[in-house]
């Protein structure tokens, strides 16, 4: 079967549509750049930060709908870079969330109604810079 310069042209923008609207996957790095800081905004220089990845299995109907999802989420390699200075670089492929947290520290989170309360982790759906996690030490 010969392809014309005109059919091949249509696939490959029929392709990139796919890609551009999300209906296919190409497998986007989640990628987390940030700084662990204690109550008094001090950099965490001892922080050991762990990152989980998960990825909700099924079938794709379209972008954000999946048709018969599997009972548990599918696990994905996560990594992170920690210099020493309190930062830290976390990243998965193929990940639909990464969860971090702070071996023996809780994250402080405030909410919209200013209610303060301490969390074992903090999940992220996509590619952020600049995070900022305080955290509490675990007692």
Same mark, same amino acid.
């Given at each position: 079967m010969r392809h014309t310069h005109h059919q091949i042209a249509l696939i490959l923008v029929c392709l990139i549509a796919l890609v551009c609207t999300g209906c296919i996957s190409t497998?986007?790095?989640? @990628? +987390?750049?940030?700084?662990?800081?204690?109550?008094?905004?001090?950099? $965490?220089? #001892?922080?050991?930060?762990?990152?989980?990845?998960?990825?909700?299995?099924?079938?794709?109907i379209r972008p954000g709908e999946i048709s018969a999802p599997e009972a548990e989420d599918e696990a994905r390699e996560a990594t992170v870079d920690l210099p020493g200075d309190g930062s830290f670089v976390a990243t998965s492929r193929w990940s639909g @969330? +990464?969860?971090?947290?702070?071996?023996?520290?809780?994250?402080?989170? $405030?909410? #919209?109604?200013?209610?303060?309360?301490?969390?074992p982790n903090q999940s992220f759906f996509k590619s952020q810079d600049q995070i900022r996690l305080e955290v509490v030490k675990d007692e």
């Open positions: 497998g986007e790095t989640i @990628r +987390l750049s940030g700084i662990i800081v204690s109550t008094d905004g001090q950099p $965490v220089l #001892d922080a050991n930060v762990i990152a989980t990845a998960t990825k909700r299995g099924g079938t794709l @969330r +990464l969860t971090l947290s702070v071996e023996g520290y809780k994250i402080r989170r $405030v909410d #919209d109604l200013d209610t303060e309360f301490l969390v």
